[in-house]
């Protein structure tokens, strides 16, 4: 009623609602149109869910940069014309940026910040062609890709 008084329109085949960590579900009608209830939706970028976890959202991001990193394989990555230095750049821009997109607003368990350490590892190994049969430490990788881990990056 308010919407109409200002002359908006809610779409109602776009609204959706979700509740978060309620124990009824919520039930929101609008007119005799009943919204229907989900338990995840996007909002600019970043998946929410009713449960709060950010698995999904981890999912999604860590999905979205290993993307990009297979994207760039052979223009950058397999390209013995670029430096390392150039390929560390491309990396922090293209694949960092968007695996931490929204990362500012996470509070991450141990095991996700585990999950999102082991997926730039195994970026940077890849980048230093280094396989994991060469028994080369994290630690190394890192000193060798000049890069933080991801629990310095997200501190």
Request: glycine letters at 4%; hydrophobic letters at 40%.
């Amino acid at each position: 009623e308010a919407c109409t008084e200002c002359g908006l329109t809610i779409s109602l085949k776009k609204t959706n609602i979700m509740g978060q960590d309620v124990s009824t579900t919520p039930s929101v009608a609008i007119g005799n149109h009943t919204l229907e209830v989900v338990d995840s939706f996007t909002y600019l970028g970043s998946t929410i869910t009713s449960n709060l976890s950010l698995d999904a959202e981890l999912n999604a991001r860590i999905g979205k940069a290993a993307t990009v990193m297979a994207r760039l394989t052979k223009r950058v990555w397999d390209n013995t014309m670029l430096t390392l230095n150039t390929k560390m750049k491309v990396y922090q821009a293209c694949v960092l940026s968007t695996l931490l997109y929204g990362s500012e607003a996470w509070t991450l368990y141990s095991r996700q910040e585990k999950r999102i350490n082991a997926f730039h590892m195994r970026c940077l190994r890849r980048l230093l062609d280094i396989s994991w049969r060469d028994r080369i430490t994290n630690a190394s990788v890192l000193l060798q890709a000049g890069m933080p881990s991801m629990f310095v990056i997200l501190a």
